[in-house]
């Protein structure tokens, strides 16, 4: 029965391959261990496709986390939805509740996207409103203009986020090549979203060359931009030259007092640079 509490074992249950989430191996481990020591807190999401089969909706990690305790049954809620397109919207709905760094947030928008359009085929393009399958869809409608919202909107509605906000998500995870989102995970850079939407707007080939650039342990170049001037025949923007350069134009453009405050404040740095020169 649909939201019934049950125990079903391991062995019925097909996790999937093509998740929105990737199985992070040591957090379903920490998992483990919390689930041995406190039990589970939260029960996973499955779906019945019968012959006593069912689909992991959600809870991946939990369910990884009790393979790996060798328990034979887990507990479990049924799913309501018929279908995997819906069930999929239910997967990464619960995974964008939960805090998650940006190339997760853009790849989850972009899977939420295409599962949503599929299951609504008629807000896409306007569609027939005569129609009774464009009727019998569940759209959501503004209240103004009884337009249908589309997945934009939609999703800002419902996440509280702005429209623009999703539809950038959206086209950085479409923008990046695969092999840069495989590169990109587990990077400080899979955090910044500014840098995922520099990375996107380039070729897959430059996508490449620019993270080559930035994972490069002997690279200055630590972003985007850094990365693109270094292979532009430049220097990053984190080079000593560079620095220099900035900090040789403000202290030209301050007046003496301000200078003079400036020495002031760093002199026993001054003093020792100096020195190092052979000035004093």
């Avoid at 887990?74 to 018929?82: G, N, R």
């Amino acid at each position: 029965m649909t939201g019934s509490l049950l125990q079903i074992p391991l062995d019925r249950i097909d996790a999937g391959s093509d998740r929105a989430r990737d199985l992070d191996h040591g957090h379903a481990r920490a998992l483990a261990d919390s689930i041995e020591m406190q039990g589970l807190l939260y029960p996973v999401l499955v779906r019945d496709i019968g012959n006593d089969t069912f689909v992991l909706v959600d809870g991946l990690h939990r369910f990884e986390g009790f393979r790996l305790l060798g328990r034979a049954e887990i507990p479990a809620v049924l799913s309501d939805k018929a279908t995997d397109d819906e069930a999929m919207l239910d997967q990464v709905m619960a995974n964008l509740a939960r805090r998650m760094v940006a190339l997760d947030f853009c790849r989850h928008l972009f899977m939420l996207k295409e599962a949503w359009m599929r299951l609504h085929p008629g807000a896409s393009a306007g569609g027939d409103r005569r129609s009774a399958g464009f009727k019998s869809q569940s759209l959501a409608f503004d209240p103004e203009t009884r337009e249908p919202i589309g997945f934009d909107g939609a999703m800002a509605e419902k996440f509280g986020l702005g429209r623009s906000t999703v539809k950038e998500a959206v086209a950085i995870w479409a923008g990046l090549s695969n092999a840069t989102r495989q590169t990109l995970h587990g990077t400080p850079l899979a955090a910044k979203k500014t840098e995922l939407k520099a990375l996107s707007e380039l070729s897959p080939v430059r996508q490449a060359k620019v993270l080559d650039q930035i994972l490069d342990p002997d690279s200055e170049a630590s972003n985007v931009a850094g990365a693109l001037e270094a292979l532009a025949g430049g220097v990053s923007e984190v080079s000593t030259e560079k620095r220099f350069k900035a900090v040789r134009e403000a202290f030209g453009k301050l007046p003496d007092a301000a200078l003079d405050m400036v020495v002031s404040a760093e002199a026993d740095r001054v003093i020792a640079s100096l020195k190092r020169l052979g000035h004093i």
